[in-house]
């Protein structure tokens, strides 16, 4: 019940917007954000974008990931 | 960003790795973790990660499935404001189901009970709005993930002079509930990995009480696959070096401090309280009530029909799982009396429901 969707922000006008959910558009609110700009990517949960998705962090993350998969002690 | 980041987070050759590296630090004495979060169980049960750490670690589920631990007195009181009071119901699709002392709104739906799945509680202010002559009440149950959205739409309401529309609320916080668990003796939890969402909106450091007070690690995590085994590594070398921290694997998402906005919109609309769970009792401090400035929206003040909690024993065992003491098939009920096409306790009607978890994706 808890599950969040990522979306890109389309377009927005005050607190609505248009985000785009895996080929599907639909509007949410951005109640709960300041400042969210038109093609930043949300965590859309129940009709509202909750948090951003920080695309530095995700590739950090990511970076972490490949070291592990290529530890040379992993058999 | 590429939307197909979403492919990265679930390469196997990764979680091969992580695998191993689990396996390497847990040693062959395995450690207890418990995914508090009904999205984890669902995720974990779905990609077959219990199998792939047995005997490493144990990962046993947690009562975060907000449809789950839910009392059923709840689903009375939705049903008497439908029935006696008339009102029109507005509820997120996977109450339906949940059974009430003697029935529930998919039956009485059934009957001629006007009950509507809404995608968010907005839409629920929108229903009112399109319909003055009726009292619309949204059925507001949550975790802090959600309280956000519904303590929106009630000052959306408010502002907007949607006279008809008020919440039923059953919103439940998660660190308190975690609390009660750790001092349990009986669950014996050596790690905590942290719901995804929910720590979205409180922040990572929300639960530094409970990793400090009761010297338990605490990872929050994604929930894609290796969002997952990362968490888990991340525990098993926390208990291994018999450290209690607060640690982020989802920082893409979640930050230390949460998100202060939404926080301060909750802290506007609801009040603290102590609040019963479905077979756990009544935990202190863990719900949210409407608060008084806003009791115009409040179902229950509104039309004066309380939401009653007992905690009646049956042969039903929802209690022990959703604190981890048993798994479901230790449950005379389960998979014989008590099925998804026909459940007997809550924990098997919600598709993040750790029984329905286990029937569908086996228990092994």
Known sequence: ?75 | MRLTYIDDFRDPATAKALVARIREDAGDRPVRIMEVCGTHTVAIARCGIRPLLSGAVTMVSGPGCPVCVTPDGYIDAAIALGKERGALLASFGDMLRVPGTSSSLEREKGEGLDVRVVYSPLDAVALAAGSPDREVVFLGVGFETTAPAIAGAIRTAAQRGVANFSVLSSVRTIPEAMGILAADPDIRIQGFLCPAHVSAIIGADAYRAVASERRIPCVVAGFEPLDILLGISMLVRQIREGAARVENEYTRVATGAGNRKAQELVAEVFTPCDTGWRGIGVIPGSGLRIADRYDAYDAERKFGVPVLFSSEKTACRCGDVLKGKIVPPECPLFGKACVPEEPYGPCMVSSEGTCAAYYKYGAS
């Open chain 1, 1 to 75: 019940m808890c599950l969040g969707v990522p979306a890109k922000v389309m377009e927005r006008s005050g607190d609505a917007a248009v985000v785009e959910l895996g080929g599907v558009r639909r509007e949410i609110s951005l109640m709960l954000l300041d400042d969210v700009s038109v093609g930043e990517w949300v965590i859309v949960h129940a009709g509202f974008a909750i948090e951003r998705l920080s695309e530095g962090a995700a590739l950090q993350t990511l970076e972490l990931f490949r070291e592990i998969a290529d530890a040379p002690d992993v058999h």
